[in-house]
Structure formats: structure tokens, C-alpha cells
Nanobody, 117 residues
């Protein structure tokens, strides 16, 4: 059974940090590109960061560059999102996504992150 399970979210003050984790099961994790998306209330889901399956190349949305870092551990079938210098506008539900050409993508259920004083 395919599963993507996010953890590490919660409430944090502006300027603080959180590290999200997404553990995968039921598919060949190392062959999939992994991405983090987020969806704020009343807004569309948007791409935050991605990491490729092979070389581990990363890409980031402009609004998180220099603050967020995506990484992966294929031995643990886990992708991470280190979030630093958090802002209130980073408040959203964060989703883990696995994608591979010619294969159906997978989504986690999401985990809320609230940045507030």
C-alpha cells in the first residue's frame, strides 16, 4: 500500500524554524522525484521545493529561497523540508508529493504549519 506520511508541523513564532519529514512506503522511493507543496486558506496549492531522484538536484519557489532546504535520505525513504526564518505568510498545510514520469503521482494527507506570535 502506497503511503506518504508527513510529520513535524505545528505552531511556531515568526523567525523560528521547523523541519518537516515525509516517510514513504509502498513504492520505489529512490526512483521518484519528491516535492513539497503548500496550500494556505483560500489559496491554490503551490509548489515550495523539489528534489530529483538521481542527482538530487533541488529547486525552490522564489519566496522560500535562502530560507528552506529540501533533502532526501533514500535509505530511509524520507524527504525533509528544513524551514528557517519562518514568516506568517508561510502558514499553510504542507503536502508531500512523489512523482515519476509515466507513473501515477502520490500525495500525502498534509500537515499544518502555523507561524504566529
Amino acid at each position: 500500500q502506497v503511503q506518504l506520511v508527513e510529520s513535524g508541523g505545528g505552531l511556531v513564532q515568526p523567525g523560528g524554524s521547523l523541519k518537516l519529514s515525509c516517510v514513504a512506503a509502498g513504492f520505489l522511493f529512490s526512483r521518484y522525484d519528491m516535492r513539497w507543496y503548500r496550500q494556505a486558506p483560500g489559496k491554490e496549492r503551490e509548489l515550495v521545493a523539489g528534489i530529483t531522484s538521481g542527482s538530487g538536484d533541488t529547486n525552490y519557489a522564489d519566496y522560500v529561497k535562502g530560507r528552506f532546504t529540501i533533502s532526501r535520505d533514500n535509505a530511509k525513504s524520507t524527504v525533509y523540508l528544513q524551514m528557517n526564518s519562518l514568516k506568517p505568510e508561510d502558514t499553510a498545510v504542507y503536502y508531500c508529493n512523489a512523482r515519476r514520469d509515466y507513473y501515477m503521482p502520490f500525495w500525502g494527507k498534509g500537515i499544518p504549519v502555523t507561524v504566529s506570535s
